[in-house]
């Protein structure tokens, strides 16, 4: 990791030549890992990023950005980096409102901006709901992770890892819980929603409020399942990713 932006931007299989990217922003308390099976099914066509914020895995020494306008504007600064072509973003949960911000950042530079943005398992930015989990103890965490089913059950057997995860987890959550979007920020590209009919965390009615986030096109897909739909229908997610690199 001696190059600084190899800490956050993970490329799991080369396509650094690809003509197309897609940029992907993990969920409270996920990591780039998530979206190693995304960065497969795109390879070698596509150069798939999956950002690694600080405080987990192996930059777990690192303190969390408990902030999604700070985490926003490093991460603008790390793709700003990079080579400019063709971009999606997708974000799934607190990576959905992190890709909007970040979107919104790098449309206001002029350059590096997305050609789209999908947006996965989150309420609009302009929606609230009074939650804290980032304030419970670590047994009412755990809680929230097993009500949204985004971890793997055995890992809530293993004091280690779960000591290890926890101030990731809890750091994320203090920085999305603490998030308020600013009144009609929007962005120029178009919006896909994507959401699961079952999520107890975003209603459809909160999901399709993102249409009112852009200037351009607006897509909305309900999946079924929770608030991790995109693991039981992975295929099809990616399927909705594609079309957005046919249109551009």
Not at 40 to 53: C, E, K, N
Not at 88 to 111: I, Q, Y
Request: aromatic fraction near 8%; proline fraction near 6%; charge should be negative.
């Amino acid at each position: 990791m001696g190059n600084p932006a190899a800490l956050w931007l993970r490329r799991f299989h080369p396509g650094a030549s690809a003509p197309v990217r897609l940029v992907c922003f993990p969920h409270a308390g996920g990591s780039a890992s998530f979206y190693r099976p995304v960065s497969t099914h795109f390879s070698p066509g596509v150069d798939v990023i999956a950002l690694q914020y600080p405080g987990r895995q192996d930059r777990r020494r690192e303190p969390c950005v408990e902030d999604i306008g700070v985490l926003a504007d490093l991460i603008t600064d790390e793709l700003l980096g990079l080579e400019d072509r063709p971009t999606v973003f997708f974000g799934h949960s607190m990576g959905a409102v992190l890709a909007f911000e970040t979107a919104w950042r790098l449309e206001r530079k002029g350059t590096h901006a997305p050609r789209a943005l999908v947006a996965s398992g989150r309420r609009a930015p302009s929606t609230t709901r009074a939650e804290t989990v980032h304030s419970r103890d670590d047994e009412g965490v755990i809680a929230e992770l097993m009500l949204l089913n985004g971890t793997n059950v055995r890992l809530f057997d293993d004091d280690e890892i779960m000591r290890m995860a926890m101030p990731a987890i809890r750091g994320d959550y203090r920085a999305i819980e603490s998030y308020a979007c600013v009144p009609g920020r929007r962005v120029r590209c178009p919006i896909t929603v994507l959401t699961g009919d079952a999520d107890p965390r975003t209603s459809l009615a909160e999901a399709r409020a993102w249409e009112g986030h852009t200037d351009g096109a607006f897509r909305f897909a309900v999946f079924s399942g929770g608030h991790f739909f995109l693991s039981e229908h992975q295929p099809a997610v990616c399927e909705e990713i594609a079309r957005e690199f046919e249109a551009l």
